[in-house]
């Protein structure tokens, strides 16, 4: 049980906050000389530093406030601050990290997120933005399995980290969002603090979020927040949001008449398991199929979700195609096959897909008025299984969901948790009349896989010694530095032809971590960030290719990881443009024939990011970096990254700036 006498008995809760303020200003007073008199100095004393400059015009009353004594403020020697409280509910969880960008309106906890709670777990990183900050937790979960927290401030705030949210919801991360909200109009300050304020901040985010609250005393907190990191982290994860009014952190916690502040114990939830009929079906229809296919999306959830998937595609001698939205099978393995197997299978199982529709149909965008027409990628009678978790949440705004599929077998279940059921099923429906046949589809796909590994490395040949770097020699280039590394490629954000993924042989769960859900610019250097944090507490060592256009979405992120010894490896994808749009532009001009119209390509313009040229190198050794480039010879980028790579051993992060082609 907690109370309001529970207070830490430790030097810092005896220690005076007020009296030490209080002392300071006397202190400082006391070595203020009086206006027009000297400072009296020593020959050895150092050279006193000049006045800081004022925001406000100065008068009288200012130089006064400046310079004096400061009024004795209240204190909360009646009782705990509310935000004590809620630091000691905050510990139980284990949160490691808390990225954040500082605000008025939850001043109240963190002060006694640094100062009650030491600065230690949570740990304040400051950040430049708030979507920053959700980007960093965001990458932080992908790399470690466990969530951050991050506070935004009110209305304002909130729209920052929006995006950032919403890149989470699409990639089922949790992520715990607390904003500062001013609620009593009565007593909050006019002006500013009024116009971040708003009755239901919650609303901005509610349509992207599992779950939200607005407590309204301590043991409400209490209640909440544990509700909150509990739905987050139950399958299917998802951000979670609460409004925190800044009296509730700021007033000494009252007596509830004689009841006791407790907080509740977290227990995890078991994730949904797909019904033992669905199952069965679904076993039946796998065993007997002749073409099986596994398509997986975030099916892996964890390292043990990759070895369920390589067993359950091993019992079928099905080909997988995984989507990428997580590391879910090694590419190394022969049954690793492209999306064109589609066509060929007669059964395809379907696990936390996000766009099953896009998987067994086309869409040819034919460019006036963005109209299309579609066109089945499946043979007809194809029978469709689908385990996916996210039928449990979806909502009706946001059109995350995609377009409406039609499957035979449907379990809204996730994955993983559904796996070691579905493995048993399969493997007591095989007939033995069909192990030889299951067998022999084996040997096909080794033989398949081993061309078409030759194929894609003879594509990464072509323009090898090309100026601007092509993609994949920048891929393979960062690769055959790292190869011997505990290596985690933490976001990928440029389109670099999906090279990693093609070239590299990735196994691990941490070798690939996705890309950002909700496809939002902006997201792929703070997530970098966050990875890169959680991969330092693990001994991994982080690399990520940076895209210009991403990057200069929100850069004050570098500031951080400079700030807080974050390393990374940044090789930069700088293609000096944001190249899919350039190709849009490109694509809807010749469909109208505007080029030779115009007699030149006016594609560029509105999407290239040149003249000036960007020193994104530059940028990162503003702001505490390592960084090297304009790097546009290709014999000069395996040095540098060898060189760079010397530097996040150390424990720096450091940034290649390497001038590539498009794609």
């Given at each position: 049980?907690?109370?309001?006498?529970s207070?830490?008995?430790?030097?810092?809760?005896?220690?005076n906050?007020?009296?030490?303020?209080?002392?300071?200003?006397?202190?400082?007073?006391?070595?203020?000389?009086?206006p027009?008199?000297?400072?009296?100095?020593?020959?050895?004393a150092?050279?006193?530093?000049?006045?800081?400059?004022s925001?406000?015009?100065?008068?009288?009353?200012?130089?006064?406030?400046?310079?004096?004594?400061?009024?004795?403020i209240?204190?909360?020697?009646?009782?705990?601050p509310?935000s004590?409280?809620?630091?000691?509910?905050?510990?139980?969880?284990?949160?490691?990290?808390?990225?954040?960008?500082p605000?008025?309106?939850?001043?109240?906890?963190?002060?006694?997120?640094?100062?009650?709670?030491?600065n230690?777990?949570?740990e304040?990183?400051?950040?430049?933005?708030?979507?920053?900050?959700v980007?960093m937790?965001?990458?932080?979960?992908?790399?470690?399995?466990?969530?951050?927290?991050?506070?935004?401030?009110?209305t304002?705030?909130?729209?920052?980290?929006?995006?950032?949210?919403?890149?989470a919801?699409?990639?089922?991360?949790?992520?715990?969002v607390?904003?500062?909200?001013?609620m009593?109009?009565?007593?909050?300050?006019?002006?500013?603090?009024?116009?971040h304020?708003?009755?239901?901040?919650?609303?901005?985010?509610?349509?992207?979020?599992?779950?939200?609250?607005?407590?309204?005393?301590?043991?409400?907190?209490?209640?909440?927040?544990?509700r909150?990191?509990k739905?987050?982290?139950?399958?299917?994860?998802?951000?979670?949001?609460?409004?925190?009014?800044?009296?509730?952190?700021?007033?000494?916690?009252?007596d509830?008449?004689?009841?006791?502040?407790?907080?509740?114990?977290?227990?995890?939830s078991?994730p949904?398991?797909?019904?033992?009929?669905?199952?069965k079906e679904?076993?039946?229809?796998?065993?007997?199929?002749?073409r099986?296919?596994?398509?997986?999306?975030?099916?892996?959830?964890?390292?043990?979700?990759?070895?369920?998937?390589?067993?359950?595609?091993?019992a079928?001698?099905?080909?997988?195609v995984?989507?990428?939205?997580?590391?879910?099978?090694?590419?190394?393995?022969?049954?690793?096959?492209?999306?064109?197997?589609?066509?060929?299978?007669?059964?395809?199982?379907?696990m936390?897909?996000?766009?099953?529709?896009?998987?067994?149909?086309?869409?040819?965008?034919?460019?006036?008025?963005?109209?299309?027409?579609?066109?089945?990628?499946?043979?007809p009678?194809?029978?469709?299984i689908?385990?996916?978790?996210?039928?449990?949440?979806?909502?009706s705004?946001?059109?995350?969901?995609?377009?409406?599929?039609?499957?035979?077998?449907?379990?809204?279940a996730?994955?993983?948790?559904?796996?070691?059921?579905?493995?048993?099923?399969?493997?007591?429906?095989?007939?033995?009349?069909?192990?030889?046949?299951?067998?022999?589809?084996?040997d096909?796909?080794?033989?398949?896989?081993?061309?078409?590994r030759?194929?894609?490395?003879?594509?990464?040949?072509?323009?090898w010694?090309?100026?601007?770097?092509?993609?994949?020699r920048?891929?393979?280039?960062?690769?055959?530095?790292?190869?011997?590394?505990?290596?985690s490629?933490?976001?990928?954000?440029?389109?670099v032809s999906?090279?990693?993924?093609?070239?590299?042989?990735?196994?691990?769960?941490?070798?690939?971590?996705?890309?950002?859900?909700?496809?939002?610019?902006?997201?792929?250097?703070?997530?970098?960030?966050?990875?890169?944090?959680?991969n330092?507490?693990?001994?991994?060592?982080s690399?990520?290719?940076?895209?210009?256009?991403d990057?200069?979405?929100?850069?004050?992120?570098?500031?951080?990881?400079?700030?807080?010894?974050?390393?990374?490896?940044?090789?930069?994808?700088n293609?000096r443009?944001?190249?899919?749009?350039?190709?849009?532009?490109?694509?809807?001009?010749?469909?109208?024939?505007r080029?030779?119209?115009?007699g030149?390509?006016?594609?560029?313009?509105?999407?290239?990011?040149?003249?000036?040229?960007i020193?994104?190198?530059?940028?990162?050794?503003?702001?505490?970096?390592?960084a090297?480039?304009p790097?546009?010879?290709?014999a000069?980028?395996?040095?540098?990254?060898?060189?760079?790579?010397?530097?996040?051993?150390?424990?720096?992060?450091?940034?290649?700036?390497v001038w590539?082609?498009?794609?």
């Open positions: 049980m907690i109370n309001d006498d207070a830490r008995d430790d030097s810092r809760t005896k220690f906050r007020r009296n030490f303020l209080a002392g300071v200003a006397v202190a400082g007073a006391a070595v203020t000389s009086a027009g008199a000297k400072a009296a100095t020593s020959p050895d150092p050279a006193a530093p000049p006045p800081r400059p925001a406000l015009p100065p008068n009288a009353k200012m130089a006064a406030a400046e310079t004096g004594t400061p009024q004795e209240k204190g909360h020697e009646g009782g705990k509310g004590d409280f809620m630091v000691d509910v905050i510990k139980t969880l284990d949160i490691k990290y808390l990225p954040c960008n605000a008025s309106s939850f001043r109240a906890l963190h002060e006694s997120l640094i100062d009650y709670g030491a230690k777990q949570p304040f990183l400051t950040c430049m933005h708030e979507e920053s900050a980007g937790a965001h990458g932080y979960f992908k790399a470690s399995g466990k969530p951050l927290m991050t506070l935004v401030h009110g304002v705030g909130l729209q920052h980290a929006a995006m950032g949210i919403y890149n919801w699409c990639d089922r991360v949790p992520v715990i607390i904003g500062g909200n001013d009593d109009a009565a007593h909050r300050p006019p002006g500013v603090p009024t116009f304020s708003a009755q239901d901040i919650n609303a901005l985010v509610r349509d992207f979020t599992k779950w939200d609250d607005t407590p309204t005393s301590p043991q409400h907190f209490a209640q909440s927040f544990v909150m990191y739905t987050a982290m139950t399958p299917p994860y998802g951000p979670v949001m609460m409004s925190l009014d800044a009296g509730l952190q700021q007033e000494p916690i009252r509830y008449g004689g009841e006791k502040l407790y907080i509740p114990r977290y227990v995890p078991s949904p398991q797909g019904d033992t009929g669905a199952v679904a076993a039946r229809l796998l065993a007997n199929a002749e099986p296919v596994i398509v997986v999306d975030r099916a892996a959830r964890t390292p043990n979700g990759i070895k369920l998937l390589v067993e359950l595609a091993e079928l001698q099905a080909a997988v995984d989507m990428g939205g997580r590391m879910n099978f090694p590419k190394t393995h022969y049954l690793n096959r492209p999306p064109n197997v589609v066509g060929q299978a007669d059964v395809i199982i379907g936390e897909l996000s766009d099953f529709w896009g998987v067994v149909n086309g869409y040819v965008d034919n460019g006036e008025h963005g109209i299309g027409f579609n066109e089945s990628k499946i043979k009678g194809t029978k469709l689908s385990i996916n978790s996210v039928e449990l949440i979806t909502k705004n946001y059109q995350d969901f995609q377009r409406f599929q039609v499957v035979d077998v449907s379990m809204p996730d994955a993983e948790a559904t796996l070691p059921a579905l493995i048993e099923a399969v493997k007591s429906a095989i007939p033995d009349s069909r192990k030889d046949a299951i067998a022999k589809r084996g096909a796909f080794r033989k398949a896989s081993a061309n078409g030759e194929n894609v490395k003879k594509a990464a040949a072509i323009a010694d090309a100026s601007p770097i092509s993609t994949a920048l891929v393979m280039e960062t690769w055959n530095q790292i190869k011997d590394l505990d290596w490629l933490v976001a990928s954000e440029g389109n999906n090279w990693p993924n093609r070239l590299w042989p990735m196994e691990k769960h941490h070798h690939w971590l996705g890309r950002s859900g909700g496809y939002g610019v902006g997201y792929g250097a703070p997530a970098s960030i966050g990875a890169a944090l959680a330092r507490d693990l001994g991994r060592f690399v990520s290719f940076q895209s210009d256009g990057l200069m979405y929100a850069p004050g992120v570098l500031w951080t990881a400079a700030r807080h010894k974050i390393p990374l490896l940044a090789v930069m994808h293609n443009g944001y190249h899919q749009e350039v190709m849009h532009i490109q694509r809807l001009a010749n469909f109208r024939n080029v030779a119209y115009l030149n390509d006016m594609a560029p313009l509105g999407t290239s990011i040149e003249n000036p040229d020193e994104y190198h530059k940028l990162a050794q503003s702001m505490g970096w390592w090297k480039g790097i546009k010879d290709p000069e980028l395996g040095p540098a990254i060898k060189e760079a790579i010397a530097v996040v051993k150390s424990g720096q992060p450091a940034l290649l700036n590539t082609q498009p794609r």
